[in-house]
């Protein structure tokens, strides 16, 4: 990945290098593997996560038992401790194929977990569990009179308030012909699936990927739909247990082909929908913005360089109105892929950079990355999480975490039990004091999948520098201002034939005292350290 370049100061040429050692890069709390005892298959993975309070979480996923089968399940953190898993849908999955799909808990004790399981005719029914005052109710299918064709799925889940939810997903019609569904939950009582995305009544391949429901009696959902050879994305909004006209956030006049990815909701009447678009100058990341209540044009989402291949977003949180961070992935042209973050404020997006800064660290050549979940408690503070690929050791989970508005680096995550070489991180959620927990898989010694979740690591700040102000004298001290990021902690300073002494630290800003001991024009180097050993370089000139 690039680090950061910074333009040519007074008196000053500046170049950048970057190094961090590998031991930096191993982070989070302790990792729990979940299903480890009925895993007896070797396959399991977290899908889906929430946390209401403090060390009270709910996980959810599939693990395969001893006769090949996937079993939905979900476990509980109460009390910072994970308890065992339990089955969902066990007596309806007699198929052999069912998992937990997402999970939401607007309280301690009130949850809804929602999923697939595959029946005795080896169809595929959406069901959904409810957790109401601590205790989990029976399996209840949805979507269940729709799903003619045998083909259901729900894939999200939100809720505004205990009793007030909305689960969206896809399902077959008796024609075979795939369409997107959404059921909402109203004062405790789930209502019946209903057919959304406007097109999709004479579309194929439609479902619903995202939802949000920012205050009881208003929910949106969002997905796509295939469409005159096309697919194009769709949101569709509830007011009050009635669904709205839907719209199509992006016009096939911006892009011929569209799909929403993530929704997320600050107020009732302030949204944000990403996703991907087939534009005139490739696939690019979209970011539609409701604002009072009215969905506004599509932006494209440069990548980060200029000559950035084609873009996707993945994920999207807002922690207030008008105020949105991205998460996306952008290839190069040899087809390797980057993560990149991107924020929004007031309707603008801001340029975007890349997320998990590992290229240079001690030998680690990261080949591919994919952000797959970002979660932001407040402004300024976010959290990412995903997979990259490292060109030696494979496979790894990452997460990164932002502080005051700046990234930090990326540490990798269960890579300690990750010795089959090939870990991932799905899903993130946060409590409401900035605490986050990441959900995944890992690959044991037999190679064998097993599920996690782990605590995501503290900020892990990058130096950065991006400019030197000031004039390095022949002889004699001046004060010399290094802009850049990162500058946290004890920082060092060091360069040959200086004497320097840090007068002022801030996270951005770094003012020197820099003394010449001998007369030496030409070109030097002065590194910044921070108090884990991780480092920038710079370079100057003496004129």
Not at 217 to 225: F, I, K, M, R, Y
Not at 264 to 272: F, I, L, V
Not at 373 to 384: K, L, R, T, W
Not at 504 to 533: E, F, I, K, M, Y
């Amino acid at each position: 990945m690039r680090v950061a370049r910074g333009a040519r100061a007074t008196a000053l040429a500046v170049g950048l290098l970057a190094a961090w050692p590998a031991a930096a890069l191993a982070g989070g709390g302790p990792v729990v593997t979940l299903a480890a005892q009925v895993n007896a298959g070797g396959a399991a993975v977290t899908t889906s996560l929430a946390c209401p309070t403090v060390g009270s979480c709910v996980a959810g996923g599939f693990y395969t038992d001893a006769s090949g089968n996937h079993q939905a399940f979900i476990a509980q953190q109460v009390d910072g401790n994970w308890g065992t898993v339990v089955r969902l849908a066990g007596a309806l999955n007699l198929g052999g194929n069912a998992s937990a799909t997402d999970i939401s808990c607007p309280g301690l004790g009130s949850c809804v977990a929602v999923g697939f399981y595959t029946d005795v005719a080896d169809q595929h029914q959406a069901f959904l569990v409810e957790e109401t005052d601590g205790v989990w109710g029976s399996t209840q299918t949805t979507a269940g009179v729709l799903n003619a064709g045998g083909d259901a799925v729900a894939t999200t889940v939100s809720c505004a308030a205990a009793g007030s939810c909305v689960v969206g997903g896809r399902y077959r019609d008796a024609a075979g012909t795939q369409r997107a569904f959404a059921a909402l939950e109203t004062g405790g009582a789930w209502g019946e699936a209903a057919q959304v995305g406007g097109v999709a009544a004479s579309g194929d391949n439609a479902s619903v990927t995202a939802s949000a429901c920012p205050a009881v009696g208003a929910c949106v959902v969002g997905g796509s739909v295939a469409a005159g050879g096309n697919t194009v994305a769709f949101v569709d909004a509830e007011h009050n247990d009635l669904w709205g006209k839907p719209v199509d956030p992006v016009p096939t006049s911006v892009a011929s082909s569209s799909a929403i990815a993530a929704l997320a909701c600050a107020s009732a009447q302030s949204c944000a929908a990403v996703g991907s678009a087939s534009t005139a100058s490739g696939r690019r990341a979209v970011a539609v913005l409701e604002t009072n209540g009215t969905w506004g044009a599509p932006s494209v989402v440069a990548g980060p360089g200029r000559s950035a291949g084609p873009t996707s977003g993945t994920a999207v949180a807002c922690p207030a109105p008008s105020t949105c961070t991205l998460v996306g992935t952008v290839s190069s042209s040899t087809g390797a892929t980057s993560a990149f973050v991107a924020s929004e404020t007031a309707g603008t997006w801001t340029p975007s950079h890349t997320l998990a800064p590992v290229a240079g660290v001690a030998g680690l050549v990261v080949t591919d990355e994919a952000p797959w979940a970002v979660a932001c408690p407040s402004i300024g503070s976010c959290v990412a999480t995903g997979q990259l690929t490292l060109a030696v050791g494979g496979p790894a989970a990452f997460v990164a975490r932002q502080q005051s508005g700046h990234w930090g680096r990326a540490l990798l995550v269960a890579q300690g039990d990750n010795v089959g070489r090939d870990a991932a991180s799905f899903i993130l959620a946060c409590d409401g004091t900035g605490a986050c927990e990441i959900g995944g898989r890992y690959t044991d010694a037999s190679r064998h999948f097993q599920s996690f979740v782990a605590t995501a690591p503290a900020f892990e700040p990058v130096i950065v520098v991006t400019g030197v102000h000031g004039t390095v004298p022949a002889s004699g001290a001046a004060n010399v201002v290094i802009a850049g990021s990162g500058f946290f902690g004890a920082v060092r300073v060091r360069a040959a034939g200086l004497v320097l002494r840090v007068v002022a630290v801030a996270p951005t800003r770094l003012v020197l005292r820099v003394v010449r001991s001998h007369v030496a024009p030409g070109r030097h180097l002065l590194t910044v350290v921070d108090p884990d050993g991780s480092s920038a370089v710079t370079s100057f000139v003496q004129r």
